[in-house]
């Protein structure tokens, strides 16, 4: 039977639920176990897809097309499992589901109610992903403890369990363990707190994972164990790691978090397996080499708005051996200084995926100046939009080139809305989204990276390349290197005379793995590796 372990959080929000989930998932798979991430948003947006980077972050693609919380990279980077639109459900998502059911007349005119319809829906939604092939359901849940937009999903978890059994589910609860520098201790009450509020739910943590500024030492452990109902083995420190948040599945298996699940859930399970993981963690922490990368976006000081792309960068580093230095920067930045200024020192330039006009002159300029100096080059999505424009008004001579998405008055649209979204009206769930397959040109650098013909990878977008300017921009010297199955979408770019330019329309961070880091990055990270060799 296919066990259920759910994550909460208490106390203060940010305090690593994605990462502790993760990390759980990843132990019990190299113990042997079939496991599936799930992720549980209170807010009423049916999914992030329209929501603001400064409020959400990035928002993660699966294969499917769900637009996701990028929780789900975490899910998918720790584990290797492929998640689908199951796996992330919000407030707005229950909603609407149950919306729809009544207005069909599902509900034989009876008066819809939160208990017992709503949380009904929830239930189901964590059955969604059960197969007979699954071990474990890890399902996370948002917020907070005590949080209003919380609480359905919280009761619906303790119906879960009466359902289920206990010895089918198990709670892990995340919280805050603060320390008090004038009065030198750390302090339990706020956990106390904490899980009292889901004990008055009908919810008793069976395992608290503690994060802590300082070591919890044997007398702290004791006191909430006793205070809080849990065994003291199952009180798990986590503290901040040094170098990865890689290193944290680590942690927890140097104290037997794993062991304390498979045992209180009656599992039979092999011996742990983290060679790979460990070697990884090792490269990172040990790198001899060192690459300095460029990535000029518009939300710059959002770490969270390109999560994906800093963390394919460094497994691709240290697949080299390498540290890779992210230096985020802004294209408005560049619109007021000059490319040269700003960029003086990178030794490779990424430009990600983004929407709309503020700094796109900026992203334009820095562009041109990868393309003139021969500095690697990387554009996704947006990015290689931003790469044919350039190309267009530099090198075309086609000096009012645009796309479609920002001047619509342009008399070249190098770059133009695609023309099955054309009648779309709705902006949620709309654009062209999920994995894709696509044919790579022989000859080209991008089919050399990949070693393969045909590709499949994530997409997120509306607009595309002009086929109207395919002649010229070939006659050029730029490859329409990737092209798909029916030929009418080019899906990458690059340049022939140029050490390392690429750009393609997808999402390849999507699909990278700290084992296993994507091609295009580890291209990318070697040819910046091999610029930063030249300059010295």
Known sequence: MTKFIFVTGGVVSSLGKGITAASIGLL?????????????????????????????????????????????GHYERFTGVTTTQNCNYTSGRIYDSLIKKERRGDYLGGTVQ??????????????????????????????TVGDIESLPFLEALRQFQQQTGRSNTLFIHVTLIPYLERAGEVKTKPTQHSVGRLREIGIIPDILICRTE?????????KLSLFCNVDEEAVIEAMDVPNTIYEVPLE?????????????????????????????????????????????????????????????????????????????????????????????????????????????????LAVQYARENKIPYFGICYGMHMAVIEFARNVL??????????????????????????????????MRLGAFP????KGTAIRKIYGREQISERHRHRFEFNNDYREQFEKAGMVLAGISPN?????????????????????????????????LFKGFIGASLDNKGKKK
Request: proline fraction near 4%.
């Open 28 to 72: 019990l798979k190299s113990r042997g176990l079939s496991v599936i991430h799930q992720k549980f948003d209170p807010y009423l947006n049916v999914d992030p897809g329209t929501m603001n980077p400064y409020q959400h972050g990035e928002v993660y693609v699966t294969d499917d097309g769900a637009e996701t919380d990028l929780d789900l």
């Open 114 to 143: 939160v208990v017992p319809h709503v949380t009904t829906e929830i239930c189901d939604s964590i059955r969604s992903v059960v197969t007979p092939e699954i071990d474990v359901v890890i399902s996370e849940i948002g917020g």
């Open 214 to 222: 300082k070591h919890l030492d044997k007398e702290v452990r004791r």
């Open 252 to 364: 927890f298996a140097a104290q037997e978090l794993d062991t304390v699940i498979i045992d209180s859930l009656g599992l039979r399970a092999g011996r742990r397996k983290l060679k790979q993981w460990r070697e990884y963690v090792d490269r990172v922490t040990n790198a001899e080499r060192e690459t300095t990368i460029a990535i000029v976006g518009k939300y710059s000081e959002l770490l969270d708005a390109y999560k994906s792309i800093h963390e394919s960068l460094n497994h691709a580093g240290a697949a080299h051996n390498a540290r890779v230095h992210i230096e985020t920067v802004s294209s408005e930045d560049i619109e007021e200084k000059g490319a040269a200024e700003v960029l003086k020192g990178c030794d490779g330039i990424l430009v990600p995926g983004g929407f709309g006009g503020r700094g796109v002159e900026g992203k334009i």
């Open 397 to 430: 001579d086609l000096k009012d080139a645009d796309t479609h998405e920002n001047n619509e008055k342009t008399t070249n649209p190098v770059i133009n809305l695609m023309e099955e979204q054309k009648k779309i009206m709705n902006l949620g769930g709309t």
């Open 438 to 441: 696509c044919n790579l040109v």
């Open 487 to 519: 030929g009418m979408l080019v899906e990458t770019v690059e340049l022939s005379d140029h050490p390392w330019f690429i750009g393609v329309q997808f999402h390849p961070e999507f699909k990278s793995r700290p084992v296993d880091p994507h091609p």
